[in-house]
Nanobody, 122 residues
Framework: QVQLVESGGGLVQAGGSLRLSCTAS??????MGWFRQPPGKEREFVAG????????QYTDSVQGRFTISRDNDRNTVYLQMNSLKPEDTAVYYC?????????????????WGQGTQVTVSS
């Protein structure tokens, strides 16, 4: 069973950057995703990456601003977030899927981290 621990959240001004990290145990062969849950809203897909990192996928609102990457030797997935906006404020979750392929549905991910808060001030 994969265990996930996120880090890197915090408070940043609009236009700033943050990098989230997700360290996993039992990482091999898993596609990974980042999701977020704004206050009072549903959890939504942000970005995903296949096991081999040959495929990445992003929701439209972060395309061109966020970059997902992974280091399989370090069992770590990253989410580089640039040009942050107040609407990016949310709890961000790392998730693992027992398949090499990335998908956007949260129901396809079996393991979740505890979440890390990202707050973007205007």
């Amino acid at each position: 069973q994969v265990q996930l621990v996120e880090s890197g959240g915090g408070l940043v001004q609009a236009g700033g950057s943050l990098r989230l990290s997700c360290t996993a145990s039992g990482f091999s062969g898993y596609a990974m995703g980042w999701f977020r849950q704004p206050p009072g809203k549903e959890r939504e897909f942000v970005a995903g990456i296949s096991w081999s990192a040959t495929r990445t996928q992003y929701t439209d609102s972060v395309q061109g601003r966020f970059t997902i990457s992974r280091d399989n030797d370090r069992n770590t997935v990253y989410l580089q977030m640039n040009s942050l906006k107040p609407e990016d404020t949310a709890v961000y979750y790392c998730a693992a899927r027992g398949s090499t392929l990335v998908v956007t549905s949260r129901w396809a991910y079996e393991q979740w981290g505890q979440g890390t808060q990202v707050t973007v001030s205007s």
